[in-house]
């Protein structure tokens, strides 16, 4: 679902308009013609800021902010995901922090040319999917230090390690991902 | 269950952008559509309609909360009961559903399901954003949330494990593009090459502009019954269309909306929980499904979708399809991309797993009698998207599923060419097809089997 970036450039605003064109009298013809008007179209802004909880995932985002990347595990069978989730996907029980290894490989990637307009200035970016060793999920992360314009299978495959943000922000994006 | 029936259904002009009517409108005209071609008086359908279900997936697009509860109010149906259903890109596909059930169950007996999307009141990249809002907002989400990025990383693993090329997933842009040149409710119908949808503006790797469908406002409208309900239609003076179309089955599934949790199966799991009832009985399928697994596959991985799969296969066994290429005539099915119509391939069972790609450029999902400019090996067997799809008819994502629907009823009833003005998408002999809807990364799907009765 797409536009080029380019077009991200164009600027929606035009002039304010003081008076809109409206018949001067109010007739039952003048009245009848005004189903042939063309729709009026305004900008309405909108913004919020969220008080957003990281809940029971918030070691998570502290751990990175440590440098160091965790996962959670279920403690009765050992399956253990790459991507933190607080209760167990099969068992329903309440998972345990495990720390998860810096190096792994690239499962599956893309390159973004467009994106959503939260991300719009940071393209083109590398999403990928990591694989990790005795992990059995995967994790999401941004992939550093490859050239967005060679992109190729045998990116999969890739041995990659994990890299801090000097300056937590607090995001997943805390940790990245670089060729090892 | 008692048996449901589609009775009739109704689709807007699916279009970039459709401000010349605000939600409500773009519903009312699709139901008006629908109600005329009953050859009944609004007014009078109205009175007849026992309730309803609305679809719509973001609040975000028309900045409107309870936008169903307004459509309901504007097309005269208050006090009717009614609830809105929400599920992604499903949404359309859940709220038939949900209309069936409440019909089946006995609770109602003419029920109305609309849907809507307005998606042109924000910008393409906003409207990216409310979209990718459906993913996890701690994990997902602020990594660069981009659906068609989420996709693009399930297709280059599907293009690493089984060798699925650009060129195979182009035939899908160009099949459902070209179809939809016959179909005056789409978006935009073209004729284009492979070359043209690999030179068209990639956004994400590989996925270009042509791989990807399209920021769509429409609206559709169906209209489900049950044999009293059809009794009562006809009593009033609706014209019901017959063959009677019939809902032969139905399916709904759901997988973890993270792409990152999806697990790695076993071949005996697989086998055991989610190989089609075609799969199981063949040894040859067996035995190509355990050479997969030697060469280091697992189920489903990001490459496939496990919801679909199941909700194929409750569908399919309600419905007694027991060959899906064989037993069904046509599918329209959720192209959001061309790489998601070659892994829905795989999953509804129409080709093997692994298969999907070969499969889309083999020419059975073509429609016979279009020109496509393809040099295509095999015969059309089971049109896929004969519609256009939603890459080439648009995706109002509240509207689609029940799009796909109307479409759908459209082609059992042979009545296409009374409503596209021309029969070339009329697919011969169409007694039994399927729609199938996906929300997130295969998070929800539904598949729906609909057949003339007999």
Known sequence: MGKTRDESNRPLGGSVAHTLPFPRELTPESLALLKKTSPLVVELPYAITYLHSYGQDSPFFAGLTNGVLLGSREPETGYTYGTPRGHGMYSGEETEWVRLPDQGIVHAFTVCHFGSEEFLAETPFVLALIEFEGVNTLFLARLRGVQPEKASLDWIGMKVRARYLRNSQLKPTDVYFVPA | ?454
């Open chain 2, 1 to 454: 269950m008692r048996p449901v029936y589609v009775v009739g259904g109704g689709v807007s002009k699916f279009a970039k952008a459709r401000p010349d009517k605000n939600f409500q409108g773009l519903v009312k005209e699709a139901y008006d559509s629908a109600v005329h071609d009953l050859g009944l008086e609004v007014g009078r359908f109205t009175e007849l309609v026992d309730g309803s279900v609305a679809s719509y997936f973001s609040d975000h697009f028309a900045r409107q909360l309870m936008a169903g509860a307004m459509a309901q109010d504007y097309l005269g149906l208050c006090p009717k009961p009614s609830v809105r259903v929400e599920g992604g890109g499903a949404t359309g596909g859940l709220c038939f559903q949900e209309a069936w059930k409440a019909v089946a169950s006995g609770f109602l007996d003419i029920c109305v399901a609309y849907g809507f999307e307005t998606e042109s009141r924000v910008e393409t990249w906003k409207g990216n954003e409310f979209i990718a809002l459906a993913s996890d907002v701690n994990f997902d989400y602020p990594v660069g949330g981009f659906y068609t990025g989420y996709y693009a990383m399930m297709v280059t693993r599907h293009m690493k494990e089984f060798g699925t090329t650009v060129a195979q997933m182009a035939h899908v842009s160009i099949k459902n593009h070209a179809n939809a040149l016959y179909n005056p409710y789409s978006q935009k119908g073209a004729r284009y090459t492979v070359a043209d949808v690999r030179t068209s503006a990639m956004v994400a790797w590989p996925l270009t502009r042509l791989d990807i469908c399209l920021m769509s406002d429409g609206s559709a409208v169906v209209v489900l019954a049950s044999d009293d309900g059809l009794r009562r239609l006809e009593a009033s003076g609706a014209k019901v269309p017959r063959p009677l179309v019939r809902v032969a089955g139905v399916g709904c599934a759901t997988d973890a909306m993270r792409l990152a949790d999806r697990p790695h199966l076993d071949y005996d799991t697989f086998m055991r929980l989610y190989a089609t009832d075609e799969e199981k009985s063949s040894e040859e399928i067996k035995a190509y499904y355990r050479g997969l697994w030697d060469r280091g596959f697992r189920y489903p991985g990001v490459h496939s979708c496990r919801a679909g799969r199941v909700a194929a296969n409750m569908a399919y066994r309600a419905a007694g399809v027991s060959s899906p290429l064989r037993d069904l005539a046509f599918v329209e099915l959720y192209d959001a991309y061309t790489s998601s119509e070659i892994q829905a391939y795989e999953d509804l069972g129409l080709c093997r797993y692994g298969e999907g790609g070969p499969f889309a450029a083999a020419g059975k999902t073509f429609m016979p009698g279009i020109d496509y400019g393809l040099d295509l090996p095999e015969r059309p067997a089971c049109p896929v998207n004969p519609s256009g799809g939603l890459i080439a008819c648009g995706h109002a994502i509240g509207a689609t599923g029940l799009m796909q629907a109307v479409f759908a009823t459209w082609q059992v009833q042979g009545r296409i060419a009374h409503h596209f003005g021309s029969g070339t998408l009329q697919v011969a002999n169409a007694r039994r097809g399927a729609f199938h809807s996906h929300a997130g990364t295969g998070t929800y799907e539904t598949v729906t089997v609909l057949e003339a009765a007999s």
